[in-house]
């Protein structure tokens, strides 16, 4: 990879790198006060690299969930990334098995929308360009979780505040993630559908059925979007 090449992708991220410091610093230490060793938080960061997914598992595990409600939870919230690397395949097709293992490895909702950008707007937008871009918020989101699980051993965060911590991450998560109708009414049938079995089973697997009632509601919606369309063209 060229220095040029390198130093592109990388500029592309740096504000990505700044806002993901001090949140990986807090995640590291929401895990660590959930039960994680420094190293354990190490390793899930450079294995599983997902921010929702380790704040939710830190989360789930202080609530009491089980390893399968957990294992599920995080199936589901990482399921997007099959999407985004095959929507991203086409563009680095010619590069090498090693390559695609580690471009894949460094693909999170925001590099993907930084190269999915890049690719479509700029023609001199290489795939080394797109690993520099993914590579550098991979290392700082993986160094900060670190930092964060080490100094969890000497700073004590309470109970409530990491539930604050992690109710305000989930909640931006989300809203981001609103970019029309049908996702804001699946992310409303979502919440109501918790509620509701939160209120009848008394369970944390509460939350694993209204993720799959709500995500087939969305496709209900999005179907019945499609066939609209359909009749209006076919008119």
């Known amino acids: 990879m060229k220095k040029e090449e390198w130093l592109e992708g990388v500029k592309t ?19 660590q006060q959930s039960g994680f060793g420094a190293f ?52 680095v097709k010619d590069e090498s098995s090693l390559f695609h293992f580690v471009f894949a490895q460094t693909i999170t909702d925001e590099s993907f929308g930084i190269n999915t950008i890049h690719f479509r707007n700029h023609s001199d937008w290489t795939p080394n360009k797109a690993l520099a871009a993914g590579t550098l918020p991979y290392l700082t989101w993986v160094i900060s979780t670190f930092i964060g699980a080490i100094a969890g051993n000497t700073l004590e965060v309470s109970t409530l505040v990491m539930n604050y911590m992690l109710t305000a991450m989930f909640i931006y998560l989300l809203v981001t993630q609103i970019e029309n109708r049908i996702i804001l009414w699946t992310a ?13 089973l008394q369970n944390t697997i509460s939350i694993l059925i209204a993720s799959v009632l709500a995500s087939l509601f969305g496709l209900y919606l999005e179907t019945l979007k499609e066939k609209k369309r359909g009749r209006i063209y076919e008119n």
């Open 188 to 200: 409303i049938s979502a919440i109501i559908f918790a509620i509701i079995f939160m209120l009848l």
């Open 40 to 91: 354990a938080v190490l390793l899930t960061s450079i294995l599983l690299y997902g921010g929702a997914s380790q704040f939710m598992i830190a989360g789930m595990m202080l609530s009491g969930a089980g390893l399968l409600e957990i294992l599920f939870m995080v199936f589901f919230i990482n399921l997007r990334h099959l999407l985004m690397s095959s929507s991203l395949a086409s563009r």
């Open 13 to 31: 991220t740096l504000p990505i790198c700044i806002s993901y410091f001090p949140i990986g610093i807090a995640c590291g230490i929401v895990m």
